[in-house]
């Protein structure tokens, strides 16, 4: 939705690869989420920052498994050694500060071979 | 944790009909309660939500009730038409604001 974008839109990649997925907020979202969605699912939690508090890294299913943001900035979701159980889309949704909704970016479509 | 059930799984109904929708949640600090729709292909967008100090709340043809005692809310969609074929999920926030989210219901219209 407007205020979120994310890259890559779609990423195909081989089982063994790192893949780096990218969330850029407008400023003002204090909090941002990361959701995985595999084909005809639900969406899985992994990971949760609010402003410059330790993330709620609960919902990461591995090791492999990784994010990072900056204060209110860029968010970066990395996945190393991929595995084609990974294959999913991945959503960005950042939260204003204040507010309570979620507005979902239109995801990183990433496919493992 | 925070456990979020969301019932039916699928959902068929005539063109016109009403379409109901529940979850139920464990977390009695949760005060937020959003629902999401989303269709083939898109991102999930919100089309109703609710605060814990209110039971029900109206748009047009959707409706969403809170039963904090009991811990589940509903979504009602009424006058169903076929552009409400979609995927809805629930969500609901902890103590803590992470998110939650049901595991979905697809509702098929059928005209």
């Known amino acids: 939705g407007a205020g979120v974008s994310q890259s890559p839109s779609n990423k195909v990649t081989e089982k063994g690869k790192d893949v780096e997925l990218r969330c850029d907020p407008i400023s003002g979202h204090t909090a941002l989420y990361w959701y995985r969605q595999r084909l005809g699912q639900g969406l899985e939690f992994l990971i949760y920052?609010?402003?410059?508090?330790?993330?709620?890294k609960s919902g990461l299913p591995s090791d492999r498994f990784s994010a990072e943001r900056t204060g209110e900035s860029v968010s970066t979701l990395t996945i190393q050694r991929t595995q084609q159980e990974d294959s999913a889309v991945y959503l960005c949704?950042?939260?204003?500060?204040?507010?309570?909704?979620?507005?979902f970016g239109a995801g990183s479509r990433l496919t493992v071979l | 944790g925070e456990n979020v059930e969301q019932h039916p799984s699928t959902l068929s109904v005539q063109e016109g009909d009403s379409a109901v929708i529940k979850c139920t949640y464990s977390d009695s600090a949760s005060n937020y309660f959003p629902w999401y729709k989303q269709e083939l292909g898109k991102r999930p967008q919100l089309i109703i939500d609710i605060r814990s100090n209110v039971g029900e709340k109206k748009d047009q043809r959707i409706a969403v009730t809170l039963n904090k005692t009991a811990k589940h809310f509903s979504l009602h969609i009424t006058e169903t038409q076929p552009e409400d074929s979609a995927v809805y999920f629930c969500?609901?926030?902890?103590?803590?604001?992470?998110?939650?989210f049901g595991t979905g219901t697809r509702l098929k219209v059928l005209a």
């Open positions: 920052f609010q402003g410059n508090s330790a993330p709620d």
């Open positions: 949704a950042p939260r204003r500060a204040g507010a309570n909704v979620l507005t």
């Open positions: 969500a609901v926030p902890t103590g803590t604001y992470k998110y939650i």
